[in-house]
């Protein structure tokens, strides 16, 4: 888990510049609901939640990142380009050698525009149903065959949202020979998505609020009477990073 987590915080560090933008999103899981807010300014990112005390913050401008705890009023800063998360988990576990299963993997992506169209944040959003099988020999890595379901609306990416495709398989401990059929779908922007995994509900995703308007740069620093504190290993932090895992890798697939 750790470092799936490394993995994707620093892909964020290096994601193309975009135009501002604030999205609101409230995500539904087994009756529990979290809302989560990502600002956008150029390559600037800011990242919170009404379930997690800290604030995430990239500023490349200033070559930082922020972990600001807003309760203690206190921040901890890294200047390496690096997202202090990140260096969290590089300091918890070294990375665990490769292990190739040698099984097979079988994913099969298929992609159903529906043709219906609808008026949303002063965009116009597509009614897509996107559909993923996975199969797996015994013995892979991938232990569990599965059939997800993603249906839901979406706008299409702004020319300055699209980036390219980063895969992770180098920092996990098992991987497979994975085989894709089809081509894994796209369709832009999810404003609203169901997810059903086995036919059964998993996930729903609705965004509350999307602006495009100018943002303040003082969104992309942490407040002038917050007090800079030195990164330590605490049990706290670990605890707090664990409990809010899923959610910020949730929050970072809205960002591609």
Same mark, same amino acid.
Request: net charge positive; charged share 25%; proline share 5%.
């Given at each position: 888990m750790r470092w799936k987590l490394a993995a994707l915080i620093s892909i964020a560090a290096v994601i193309p510049a /975009?135009?501002?933008?604030?999205?609101?999103?409230?995500?539904?899981? +087994? +009756?529990?609901?979290?809302?989560?807010?990502? #600002?956008?300014?150029?390559?600037?990112?800011? &990242?919170?939640?009404?379930?997690n005390p800290f604030v995430q913050i990239f500023n490349s401008e200033r070559g930082s990142?922020?972990?600001?705890?807003?309760?203690? =009023?206190?921040?901890?800063?890294?200047?390496?380009?690096?997202?202090? /998360?990140?260096?969290?988990?590089? &300091?918890? =576990? =070294?990375?665990? =050698?490769? /292990?190739?299963? +040698? $099984?097979?993997?079988?994913? #099969?992506?298929?992609?159903?525009d529906t043709g219906e169209t609808r008026a949303m944040f002063g965009h116009t959003a597509h009614h897509w149903i996107l559909r993923e099988r996975t199969v797996a020999e015994p013995g892979a890595c991938t232990a569990v065959s599965r059939d997800m379901e993603r249906d839901g609306w979406y706008l299409a990416r702004r020319s300055q949202d699209r980036t390219s495709? #980063?895969?992770?398989?180098?920092?996990?401990?098992?991987?497979?020979?994975v085989v894709v059929h089809g081509e894994k779908p796209d369709p832009g922007f999810a404003v609203f998505e169901t997810e059903r995994i086995e036919g059964k509900f998993a996930r729903t995703r609705e965004v509350i609020e999307l602006s495009d308007q100018p943002l303040? $740069?003082?969104? *992309?620093?942490?407040?002038?009477? *917050?007090?800079?504190v030195e990164f330590a290993v605490t049990a706290t932090w670990l605890q707090r990073l664990e409990a809010n895992w899923q959610e910020l890798e949730r929050s970072f697939e809205s960002w591609f």
């Open positions: /975009l135009a501002d933008r604030k999205v609101v999103s409230r995500d539904t899981i +087994g +009756g529990h609901t979290i809302v989560n807010t990502i #600002y956008t300014q150029a390559s600037n990112r800011r &990242w919170e939640s009404d379930s990142s922020y972990s600001v705890d807003v309760a203690a =009023r206190q921040y901890v800063e890294s200047r390496e380009h690096v997202e202090p /998360l990140l260096v969290l988990a590089l &300091w918890i =576990r =070294r990375p665990p =050698r490769l /292990l190739e299963s +040698g $099984k097979t993997v079988n994913t #099969y992506y298929q992609s159903i495709t #980063y895969h992770l398989h180098a920092l996990e401990a098992c991987r497979d020979n303040d $740069k003082a969104l *992309f620093l942490p407040p002038s009477n *917050f007090a800079r």
